[in-house]
T-cell receptor, first 115, second 111 residues
Framework: DAGVTQSPTHLIKTRGQQVTLRCSPK?????VSWYQQALGQGPQFIFQ???????QRGNFPDRFSGHQFPNYSSELNVNALLLGDSALYLC??????????????FGPGTRLTVT | KQEVTQIPAALSVPEGENLVLNCSFT??????LQWFRQDPGKGLTSLLL?????REQTSGRLNASLDKSSGRSTLYIAASQPGDSATYLC??????????FGPGTRLSVLP
């Protein structure tokens, strides 16, 4: 049973560019959340997708956007990259249809470096 | 707004010691609380999930307790091993919302 997968593993971009990160949820999960983790800090919630719609959003600018596909996989897009966007981006999935709703399973993350 | 603190920020202990990691949160209206482990540069591994109706949860050498009314959770690690070295994060989950993470406790277990 595959867990949460993310791609790419590492990414280097230049200020002003755009980036797309991808996430495939754990088998049987239908909800995907994205987090940003700066070095030495805990993850911060960006947004959550359920039924192909953004259900909740954290305190992140509109430069951060996402999408969920019918197969529940998800993308995180960041436009006009800033140096401060350099971080580990984590994807987490959960299932809305079980008693373990809200138990989140995390992927290995994508390390984004903006130069 | 939920705020989470973890004490201590860092801990270094010799192998074999029992230790306690503390997590405090300001909003007691939570659905559950999850403890995670994170190795450097890696994703988060779930250790224990405690539902709001529970007071304790155990897995092997790990035991987590939850006192929702006082906004506290503790993670107890018995007979620590060098392989336990990692950052430990707690995340209380508000009803219908997403996890708010603490800053973590960085644990180093010396052989």
């Amino acid at each position: 049973d595959a867990g949460v997968t993310q791609s790419p593993t590492h990414l280097i971009k230049t200020r002003g560019q755009q980036v797309t990160l991808r996430c495939s949820p754990k088998s049987g999960h239908d909800t995907v959340s994205w987090y940003q983790q700066a070095l030495g800090q805990g993850p911060q919630f960006i947004f959550q997708y359920y039924e192909e719609e953004e259900r909740q959003r954290g305190n992140f600018p509109d430069r951060f956007s996402g999408h969920q596909f019918p197969n529940y996989s998800s993308e995180l897009n960041v436009n006009a990259l800033l140096l401060g966007d350099s971080a580990l981006y984590l994807c987490a999935s959960s299932s809305s249809g079980t008693t373990e709703w809200y138990e989140q399973y995390f992927g290995p993350g994508t390390r984004l470096t903006v130069t | 707004k939920q705020e989470v603190t973890q004490i201590p920020a860092a801990l270094s202990v010799p192998e074999g010691e029992n230790l306690v990691l503390n997590c405090s949160f300001t909003d007691s209206a939570i659905y559950n609380l999850q403890w995670f482990r994170q190795d450097p540069g890696k994703g988060l591994t779930s250790l224990l999930l405690i539902q709001s109706s529970q007071r304790e949860q155990t897995s092997g050498r790990l035991n987590a307790s939850l006192d929702k009314s006082s906004g506290r959770s503790t993670l107890y690690i018995a007979a620590s091993q060098p392989g336990d070295s990692a950052t430990y994060l707690c995340a209380p989950n508000p009803y219908g919302q997403n996890f708010v993470f603490g800053p973590g406790t960085r644990l180093s277990v010396l052989p």
